[in-house]
């Protein structure tokens, strides 16, 4: 059954999948979520458990407003990560691009467990906790998942969206319309690490545990189906992609081992019967002629003169 | 003469042992629409490709109000006034043909991106200009019946007309039309032809068009310059150029439609 702590990472799940789809929508096939979601979870980490002016107490207890503090200075560290390998990395295209940030992840992950302060392969542990129950971690998870679907909903309506859609259709077309694509795939590849960035320092307090492996290469793939399941032309695929395939495994436990079989199953034939993804704009707008009104919806009307 | 608008000067590109364009020089004034002709292959996407930016040349030179800009990436040209339809049509097939024109307003005028994020008066007023300017764009062209199509679902006809509306919502002072006619009936090209002419009006263009069909050209263009295998063998007015003995032993002799 869905409890609590579940439903948290589902929507850790369905953020991870909106910083995957985030350089996607500009055309770029980014791996290297996992390695900003680590950053941000290592400094979560370090900082709760060392810098005692967070306000971690005795019983294991912590300020919400120091989480909040750790999950802007996660998504700050990772982003600024991202502003330095992305202008390197990016200069790459299609399958060479993701196979240089599946490096990056590796990069990450080999120097997590390696350096001195970090625990080594234990990681680290007993972080201290701002809720009490895995209940009180819903509300910043939400929180942090609206504010990610309102930027992608924005970005849609601005020109740095725009130039994200027009780079992924036909990138030299965008260069030869005035589009400065390199600072437009930055930008996307940095919004996107300051998401995982920030996730990783929440998912650092609510697993109460942290190490090298949370961000390592499976967690390139495994996001990376959330936004083939979901859909990536739109950015509530990602997220129900990234729900639904957090939620599966375990609510296939009851069968018991065949449930592994049964999820990459699911992996395998989802592209297969919705090549778009589960999620596509026209099912957003079928939906919209059935009363709930879309975003492609509004954005019609809107366009009239 | 006043200062010219675009200088090529010896610009040349060699693609291994193929010299695609070889030493080409001409200077395109300001109003001008300015003829490129030749047989398939002689070059002519290529000078376009060298002029925009797409490829940088082997040697040679490229300048605008007589800066040298040669080498400048295409989004920086674009910025300066320099805007291109391609050969081979390469919009943005997923998006609609009203986003299409808006990816190319995207600087006129331009808003911050934290406007954009807190949708801010200032980019709502912006949005709203460049939805009108859009709007406008596509009427000129006559597309404003499709605004909300696929621009990948369009007719060859459209999508043609669709890039010129975006080439022409950057803001362009020079136009380079790459085949702007290919694959039209006659009676479209004649509509063309005028609108094209209606087009330099209106937006205070200066054009460089690569055509085959020659009558087309001859009506159209001020000056014209003929390119075969990658060397400009004739420059001049459509009367100059058709007598020139080169060019009717090059091109216009063999038939004239090459295409
Ligand atoms: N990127 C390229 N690589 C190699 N050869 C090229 C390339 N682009 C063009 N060419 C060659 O350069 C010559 C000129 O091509 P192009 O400029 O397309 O001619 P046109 O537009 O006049 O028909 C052709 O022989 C073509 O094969
Ligand atoms: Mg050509």
Redesign the interface.
């Known amino acids: 059954m869905i409890d609590n702590g579940l439903l948290v990472q589902m929507l850790i799940g369905a953020l991870l999948g909106l910083s995957v789809y985030l350089p996607l929508a500009a055309g770029q096939l980014s791996l290297a979520t996992p390695a900003f979601y680590a950053v941000g979870g290592t400094l979560a980490a370090l900082l709760s458990t060392r810098w005692s002016a967070l306000g971690a107490t005795a019983d294991g207890g912590f300020p919400v407003p120091s989480l909040l503090l750790e999950m802007a200075l996660g998504g700050l560290l990772a982003g600024l990560l991202a502003l330095l390998v992305g202008r390197l990395v990016l200069r790459l295209q299609g399958i060479y691009l993701a196979i240089a940030t599946i490096a990056l992840v590796e990069i990450v992950r080999v120097a997590i467990l390696n350096l001195p302060f970090t625990g080594g392969a234990v990681g680290i542990f007993a972080i201290p906790q701002p809720f009490a129950t895995a209940a009180g971690y819903l509300l910043p998870a939400l929180a942090l998942l609206a504010v990610a679907g309102w930027?992608c909903q924005?970005l849609e309506?601005?020109?740095?969206g725009?130039?994200m859609?027009?780079i992924?259709?036909?990138e030299?077309?965008?260069?030869?319309?005035?589009?400065?694509?390199t600072r437009v795939k930055l930008?996307a590849f940095v919004l996107s690490a300051v998401l995982a960035g920030s996730t990783g320092a929440l998912a650092a307090h609510f697993l109460n545990t942290w190490n090298a492996r949370q961000g390592s290469f499976d967690a390139s793939i495994t996001t990376l189906a959330f936004v083939i399941l979901g859909g990536s032309?739109t950015w509530l695929g990602p997220v129900v992609g990234g729900l639904l395939l957090t939620a599966l495994p375990e609510l296939l436990r009851p069968v018991g081992d065949v449930r592994l079989v049964l999820f990459g199953l699911v992996i395998l034939l989802g592209p297969v019967l919705a090549p778009q993804g589960l999620i596509t704009p026209a099912l957003l707008e079928r939906l919209g002629g059935w009363g709930l009104r879309s975003a492609t919806d509004r954005k019609?009307e809107?366009?009239q003169? | 003469m006043s200062q010219p608008l675009l200088e090529v000067r010896e610009l040349s590109r060699r693609f291994g042992g193929l010299l695609a364009v070889d030493r080409v020089s001409f200077a395109v004034q300001p109003g001008e629409i300015f003829g490129l002709i030749g047989p398939n292959g002689a070059g002519k996407t290529t000078l376009f490709n060298l002029i925009s930016g797409v490829t940088p040349p082997s040697s040679g030179a490229v300048l605008w109000r007589g800066e040298p800009i040669t080498g400048q990436p295409p989004h920086r040209l674009n910025r300066l006034g320099l805007a291109r339809t391609f050969q081979n049509l390469r919009l943005f097939e997923g998006l609609s043909v009203l986003e299409n024109v808006l990816v190319a307003l995207q600087r006129r005028p331009r808003s911050s991106a934290a406007g954009g994020l807190l949708n801010s008066a200032g980019h709502r007023r912006a949005e709203r200009q460049r939805l009108q300017a859009a709007w406008q764009l596509l009427e000129e062209l006559g597309l404003t019946a499709l605004a909300e199509r696929q621009a990948g679902t369009l007719a060859y006809g459209d999508r043609r007309r669709l890039e010129m509306a975006r080439a022409l919502a950057t803001g362009p002072s020079l136009l380079l039309l790459d085949e702007p006619a290919a694959g039209l009936n006659p009676a479209e090209k004649d509509q063309l032809c005028q609108l094209i002419g209606g087009l330099r009006q209106r937006h205070q263009l200066t054009v460089i068009i690569i055509e085959h069909h020659v009558p087309l050209l001859m009506r159209l263009c001020d000056r014209m310059a003929v390119l075969d295998f990658g060397v400009r063998i004739a420059l001049g007015t459509p009367e100059e150029v058709r007598r020139d003995p080169q060019v009717i032993e090059a091109y216009l002799g063999t038939g004239g439609h090459a295409s």
Do not use: F
């Open positions: 930027l924005r309506r601005m020109p740095l725009r130039a859609a027009a992924r259709d036909d030299l077309a965008a260069r030869c319309m005035g589009i400065d694509t930008s032309r019609t809107e366009a003169p």
